[in-house]
């Protein structure tokens, strides 16, 4: 595809990672390729990918990581700065407010985003809710 692209005259800087198992088979490959091609030549050995003299960036598709974050803390804790979170906090602020009916402050949240049951667990948008 990348061949194809900048034969249109478009130059192509950067592939998406999605994180999908074929992406990452070819990522893998495509990044093999490349350090080796550097080693022969004697360049600096980076984590660009070279292909048909197109140099690529690698980024992250953010959806995707965003959900893979909130769908690990379903299951796991997170420790940032020797303090432990973890999602039975999210639920229980999530019940105390609920109580509060009429003065709610997290109005837009509702079971699909916080009830383990109840999430959709590919809806970016309810990931970023809360």
């Not at 692209?5 to 998406?16: F, H, I, K, M, Q």
């Not at 598709?61 to 940032?80: A, Q």
């Amino acid at each position: 595809m990348v061949i194809a692209v900048g034969n249109t005259g478009l130059r192509p800087v950067a592939l998406v990672y999605d994180q999908g198992t074929a992406f990452q088979s070819a990522l893998k490959s495509l990044q093999e390729d490349t350090r080796r091609e550097q080693i022969i030549s004697g360049e600096r050995i980076d984590d660009v990918i070279v292909i048909n003299n197109h140099t690529l960036s690698v980024i992250h598709d953010p959806p995707h990581l965003i959900k893979g974050l909130r769908n690990n803390f379903l299951n796991k804790d997170i420790k940032y700065n020797d303090k432990i979170s973890k999602w039975s906090d999210i639920a229980e602020v999530y019940k105390t407010d609920f109580k509060l009916a009429q003065m709610r402050l997290l109005h837009k949240l509702n079971d699909e985003h916080v009830i383990l049951e109840k999430i959709k667990k590919m809806k970016v948008k309810n990931c970023t809710s809360v």
